[in-house]
């Protein structure tokens, strides 16, 4: 989907692992229950009728989340693998979308224990969005803003501390939703980062 996933200044991602014996396994059984549970949103018309809703719409992307928002309240009590956050679908050539894996998300508080409770981590890799600046309410147009060459404002932006987004006029936060981690069905179901 893009690549594998790097830690860096807007990037938290659970510590690399050695595999443990009936890892392999489990990570196996909660993808074919993930795509067993997900086969009938292959026509996104049916992924909007349950309720998943296009995150961003309008924006160009790589792969577009359409997530359920009922969803990310029950990941927030319990795992469930047949019930993904999101769905990720890319544009096919004929400019429809193609379901291409799906998301789970956890409570930012968890820990690596509670997160290898739901997906071992030494086969799944969980990622958290942290220290963006982004404009100030009401601003939409400073997203464009660029400094250098390089963007003020967002995931691709040199600014990662409180005081360095209050010197641009913006808007620190800390952390964007909680723990994310993306299950590529190309791949076989590996999981896999963009």
Do not use: I
Request: aromatic content about 10%; glycine content about 10%.
């Amino acid at each position: 989907m893009g690549g594998a996933m790097v830690e860096d200044l807007h990037m938290r991602l659970t510590s690399l692992r050695p595999l443990a014996p009936g890892d392999s396994a489990r990570a196996a059984r909660v993808v074919a229950q993930l795509q067993a549970a997900t086969a009938r949103y292959r026509d996104v018309r049916a992924a909007e009728a349950d309720g998943f809703r296009q995150f961003l719409p309008g924006v160009p992307q790589p792969v577009y989340h359409f997530t359920s928002w009922r969803g990310a309240l029950g990941a927030m009590l319990r795992f469930d693998p047949a019930r993904p956050t999101s769905l990720l679908y890319r544009r096919g050539a004929d400019g429809g979308f193609e379901l291409v894996g799906a998301m789970y998300t956890a409570p930012a508080r968890e820990g690596d224990a509670e997160l290898d409770a739901r997906l071992p981590l030494r086969v799944f890799r969980w990622h958290q969005h942290v220290n963006w600046c982004v404009p100030p309410r009401g601003a939409r147009e400073r997203w464009r803003e660029t400094r250098e060459g390089r963007p003020v404002f967002g995931p691709k932006s040199p600014v990662a501390t409180a005081e360095a987004c209050a010197s641009v006029g913006g808007r620190f936060l800390p952390r964007l939703f909680g723990w994310m981690v993306h299950v590529d069905f190309a791949g076989g179901g590996s999981p896999h980062q963009h």
